[in-house]
């Protein structure tokens, strides 16, 4: 029986080069799944630090490389977001894909707008060197840690929950919305998958894969889900709590990879030369 293939899937917020990142999982999830779009939905990368990048981030990156090849007839997008900026302009050239502020595009009579969130967030607008600085000090969190990032996780939605980042993104975000005539529009940013409704307008939050809820959605005819990755494809719903953590599967003893020697990998699986010089390309 043929796979199921969804018209678009979102991710967003895998932060390659965190600690906490769950970019091996993000990779299966892929793997497992089919779509004829694929919508990078911003913080791909935590920071513009290339060293931070283990071996298992670069396999994140040679996949998305193989699925924007255009025998594959898969539609790759990258919307920027916070974490991205200075990078993107790079890695859509080196992964191949094309990257936006805000993506939109429609389907099955509806419109749908992309956009990845943090321009809703007015705490991380009005304070930027605040928010760098809290960025460093919760790298160094991460060295500091125990192997499943229980604290820097905790910190994590404790810092979504006091900001009151979630309703603060799904509010700005509706009201631009229903600015542009949108129908569905999705969002990333806050690590909290939900959903909300208002005055016809459907709003959507990818969550992230950081912490022990790994989420992501799909669009197809049935509608747009909320899923949770737990290598079943189970569904998430977001009304549903829960605090259970997920282990780690990564290697205690795993040192983080050199960074030439793990490019060397990443370019020999994407079929491109290891010494190739790579230019900014446009936007």
Known sequence: MDPHVYDTLILSDVHLGAETSRAGEATRMLKENRFRRLILLGDIFADL??????????????????????????????????????????????????????????????R????????FDRFMIQSVRLSYLGTLLYFQLQKLDLKNKPLTRFIDRMNTRWLRMSPKV?????????HHGVDRVF???THDAMQLESDGVHYYN?????DSRLTYLTIDEQGVRIHEYNGTGEEYR??????????DDRDPGEERSDPDSAFAEFADESGLPADAEYQSSGR
């Open 170 to 178: 799904a509010s700005g975000a509706l009201l631009h919305a229903q």
């Open 238 to 247: 977001a009304d549903e709590p829960n605090d259970d953590e997920r282990p």
């Open 112 to 119: 749908h707008l992309a956009i990845h969130g943090h321009q």
């Open 187 to 189: 969002c990333g940013h």
């Open 49 to 110: 630090n290339f060293g931070r990048l283990t071996k298992e981030h670069w396999r994140f990156l040679g996949l998305i490389r193989k699925l924007s090849n255009p025998k594959r007839k898969i539609e790759v997008v990258w919307v920027e977001g916070n974490h991205d900026q200075g990078l993107t302009a790079v890695m859509s050239h080196l992964v191949g894909v094309r990257v936006f502020q805000e993506y939109r595009w429609e389907y099955r009579g509806l």
């Open 206 to 210: 990818s969550g992230g894969w950081v």
